[in-house]
T-cell receptor
């Protein structure tokens, strides 16, 4: 079976750092993706990890530990526009197989 | 560059009416195509995916169906909508055979009344 867990909601202060965790239990593993979804809009791609370690992209970083079935998304220097849902998704098998999504973490950035 | 178009943006339909949502991709060939549904406060649920013309895999048995009449066209249909079909429908594409993520269409907000 497939199980991807994320916290439902988080709140953080503008300018701060926030870490959104994702744990997964899947039959196979061939990559983990993070997406950002603003209310009423489609998700947009943020990051991709397939090997252990940290991937950095500007204010956003994503970490993966395959042995622990664990990833996190780190957002630095939070801005109000970062208020959105963040979706963790896993691809179990080859590049043709669909992504399995977690339910998402709704992040609220407050002043 | 590649683009994905999905329409309509919003739709209000009565129970028992038919449905047709269309999605097209430009700027690439032989894409993998997907239909997801997102109910209020819930995650993305995979409905159908296709790795080629006429090849449709269904993930959830229900009153919806999908077709891929052309390489870059993916259609989601229903003969008779249920109240439970309300939600945010998202079409997405990815490159074939590579471990790329998705690019999503802008979505269709469907309300069944």
């Amino acid at each position: 079976g497939q199980n991807i867990d994320q916290p439902t909601e988080m709140t953080a202060t503008e300018g701060a750092i926030v870490q959104i965790n994702c744990t997964y239990q899947t039959s196979g593993f061939n990559g983990l993706f993070w997406y950002q979804q603003h209310a009423g809009e489609a998700p947009t791609f943020l990051s991709y990890n397939v090997l252990d370690g940290l991937e950095e992209k500007g204010r956003f970083s994503s970490f993966l530990s395959r042995s622990k079935g664990y990833s996190y998304l780190l957002l630095k220097e939070l801005q109000m526009k970062d208020s959105a849902s963040y979706l963790c998704a896993v691809r179990e098998w080859s590049g043709n197989t669909p992504l399995v999504f977690g339910k998402g973490t709704r992040l609220s950035v407050i002043a | 560059s590649q683009t994905i178009h999905q329409w309509p943006a919003t739709l209000v339909q009565p129970v028992g009416s038919p449905l047709s949502l269309e999605c097209t991709v430009e700027g690439t060939s032989n894409p993998n195509l997907y239909w997801y549904r997102q109910a209020a406060g819930r995650g993305l649920q995979l409905l159908f995916y296709s790795v080629g013309i006429g090849q449709i895999s269904s993930e959830v048995p229900q009153n919806l169906s999908a077709s891929r009449p052309q390489d870059r066209q993916f259609i989601l249909s229903s003969k008779k909508l249920l109240l439970s079909d309300s939600g945010f429908y998202l079409c997405a594409w990815s490159k074939t055979g590579f471990n790329y993520g998705y690019t999503f269409g802008s979505g269709t907000r469907l309300t069944v009344v």
